[in-house]
């Protein structure tokens, strides 16, 4: 149940996957902090960064975890601009994981905006 969103937030689990041990050991070291990195913009609203890990820390100095839980709590405009159609993008702001901003299909921007009061 903490990872059904509440009407006024999106929650998600991440995974951070290597098959390879030492591939993963190696990149978990480079990726501490991530979580508080993976960020969701409603429009051109301000970006929404995660609360991330609400019922443990999982980070380390030396490493991040393989799996966190993140929450975005959205403000009041955030929910009735992504109502009105929106377009929600996602990103990543870690120097360690370079990568380019995603849009959200309509199917997913439809299910997320479902999950909203």
Not at 86 to 106: K, L, M, R, S
Request: glycine fraction near 6%.
């Amino acid at each position: 149940n903490p990872l059904i969103p509440d009407g006024d937030n999106w929650k998600c689990t991440l995974l951070i996957q290597y098959e390879d041990v030492d591939e993963r050991k190696r990149r978990l070291s480079e990726l501490v902090g991530i979580e508080d990195q993976i960020w969701l913009q409603v429009g051109d609203l301000a970006k929404i960064y995660p609360i991330a890990d609400e019922d443990m820390d999982r980070s380390r100095e030396e490493k991040t975890a393989s799996v966190h839980f993140l929450r975005y709590q959205l403000s009041s405009e955030q929910i009735s601009a992504a109502r009105l159609g929106a377009a929600i993008v996602a990103g990543i702001d870690h120097v360690a994981y370079p990568c380019e901003q995603v849009t959200a299909d309509e199917a997913t921007r439809n299910a997320l905006v479902g999950d909203l009061n």
